[in-house]
Every structure is written in structure tokens, then in C-alpha cells.
């Protein structure tokens, strides 16, 4: 299977690890459904969802971090993509989800923004995280509550996303280390090439 590069974690009912290309189907799924891709972007077609996708495996390369490939461990499918998003001229260090309609409503969105921000803040060394939500997003804003984040207002997103609204909603790195009460993130690196 071919991967982009970096680290996989696993809590106890999800894996996170990096984007493959075998993930295009649940990817392209989401992005096409109205309702799943509402609040991100918009609905895309299969192309445009290979372009996205390839900028989140694009951006481990690059950046050494992305957004992980959250896999139900139970069933063995992608049921989305959540964790560190910094593109050029993003407002933060932003924690990010988007679940596959078929995830909703199980608590995967909490169980993996909990895990990608302690990966954040531990592997990362993260100061401060935030999650850029749509004023209308009512279930984002409750993801966001239960992660301990509070709303600090309005805010704006780079070009091509300046006309959307948006929230920002985040804690400090500390208020995080509070909050996670001692537990323990299980992190795979990769292996390397050591020739």
C-alpha cells in the first residue's frame, strides 16, 4: 500500500495514520456527500477529492505533520480525516476533523482530535490548538466542547476560503495537559530506509 510519510497512533477503537492512496473511495464518498461536506470546502467531485487528499499526503512530506487517516479498527474502513492542519497563511495550529457519514455518532471525532492533539502537543511541541468551525455547525461546536476548547470569536481564513465564516474555538497546550489526565497515546513510527 502506498503511504505518505509518518507516524501511526492507535486508541481504542481507531487507527490514525497517514493518508494512502487506497483511501480515495471513503474520501471521494464524504466530499461528495452535501451534508458530510458542508462545513469543509463543499461538495467535490472524485477529481477534486483526489487533489484534497493529495494536498493532506502532500502537506506529511512537506511539513512533517498532516491530517491522519482515521480507520475503524473493528471493520478495517476509512471513515475520515482529522488531526494537524497548517497550510500556508492558516490563522493556527489547527486540530481539524471530517468524519464519513457512516462514522457519525459514535464518538470517533473526540476519540481522534483527543489523540492527534496529544501528538500535537507531545511529538509536535504545540502551544496552542485550535479548530476553525462554521458559526452553523452545531456538532463541530460540540466536538469542540468536548475536547475542552472554548469559543474565542470570529475569525477569517486565506484565500481561496476568505468568504467563509468562521469560528475559532481552542485551549493552550496546558489547559490540554490538564485536561488528558494521564493518558498514554500508543505511537508507531515509521520504519526508515537505512540502506
Same mark, same amino acid.
Given at each position: 500500500?502506498?503511504?505518505?510519510?509518518?507516524?501511526?497512533?492507535?486508541?481504542?477503537?481507531?487507527?490514525?495514520?497517514?493518508?494512502?492512496?487506497?483511501?480515495?473511495?471513503?474520501?471521494?464518498?464524504?466530499?461528495?456527500?452535501?451534508?458530510?461536506?458542508?462545513?469543509? +470546502?463543499?461538495?467535490? $467531485?472524485?477529481? &477534486?477529492?483526489?487533489? =484534497?487528499?493529495?494536498?493532506?499526503? *502532500?502537506?506529511?512530506?512537506?511539513?512533517?505533520? $498532516?491530517?491522519?487517516?482515521?480507520?475503524?479498527?473493528?471493520? *478495517?474502513?476509512?471513515?475520515?480525516?482529522?488531526?494537524?492542519?497548517?497550510?500556508? =497563511?492558516?490563522? +493556527?495550529?489547527?486540530? =481539524?476533523?471530517?468524519?464519513?457519514?457512516?462514522?457519525?455518532?459514535? +464518538?470517533?471525532?473526540?476519540?481522534?482530535?483527543?489523540?492527534?492533539?496529544?501528538?500535537?502537543?507531545?511529538?509536535?511541541?504545540?502551544?496552542?490548538?485550535?479548530?476553525?468551525?462554521?458559526?452553523?455547525?452545531?456538532?463541530?461546536?460540540?466536538? &469542540?466542547?468536548?475536547? *475542552?476548547?472554548?469559543?474565542?470569536?470570529?475569525?477569517?481564513?486565506?484565500?481561496?476560503?476568505?468568504?467563509?465564516?468562521?469560528?475559532?474555538?481552542?485551549?493552550?497546550?496546558?489547559?490540554?495537559?490538564?485536561?488528558?489526565?494521564?493518558?498514554?497515546?500508543?505511537?508507531?513510527?515509521?520504519?526508515?530506509?537505512?540502506?
Amino acid at each position: 500500500m502506498r503511504i505518505a510519510p509518518g507516524p501511526t497512533l492507535e486508541t481504542s477503537r481507531l487507527i490514525l495514520r497517514p493518508t494512502a492512496a487506497a483511501d480515495l473511495d471513503g474520501w471521494a464518498e464524504m466530499m461528495a456527500d452535501e451534508t458530510a461536506a458542508r462545513h469543509i +470546502g463543499g461538495t467535490q $467531485s472524485r477529481a &477534486a477529492a483526489w487533489r =484534497g487528499m493529495a494536498s493532506v499526503a *502532500g502537506a506529511w512530506a512537506l511539513s512533517g505533520f $498532516s491530517m491522519f487517516s482515521v480507520i475503524e479498527k473493528a471493520s *478495517g474502513a476509512w471513515v475520515g480525516r482529522i488531526g494537524p492542519w497548517v497550510p500556508e =497563511g492558516w490563522p +493556527g495550529t489547527e486540530i =481539524g476533523w471530517g468524519l464519513h457519514p457512516s462514522a457519525w455518532g459514535k +464518538g470517533y471525532a473526540v476519540e481522534a482530535a483527543e489523540a492527534s492533539m496529544d501528538w500535537a502537543v507531545d511529538h509536535l511541541g504545540w502551544t496552542d490548538i485550535i479548530h476553525c468551525i462554521d458559526p452553523l455547525n452545531t456538532p463541530s461546536q460540540k466536538v &469542540a466542547q468536548r475536547l *475542552g476548547a472554548t469559543n474565542r470569536g470570529p475569525g477569517w481564513l486565506p484565500p481561496p476560503y476568505e468568504a467563509s465564516k468562521v469560528e475559532f474555538w481552542g485551549q493552550t497546550a496546558e489547559q490540554w495537559r490538564a485536561r488528558r489526565s494521564g493518558r498514554r497515546l500508543q505511537v508507531t513510527e515509521p520504519e526508515t530506509d537505512r540502506g
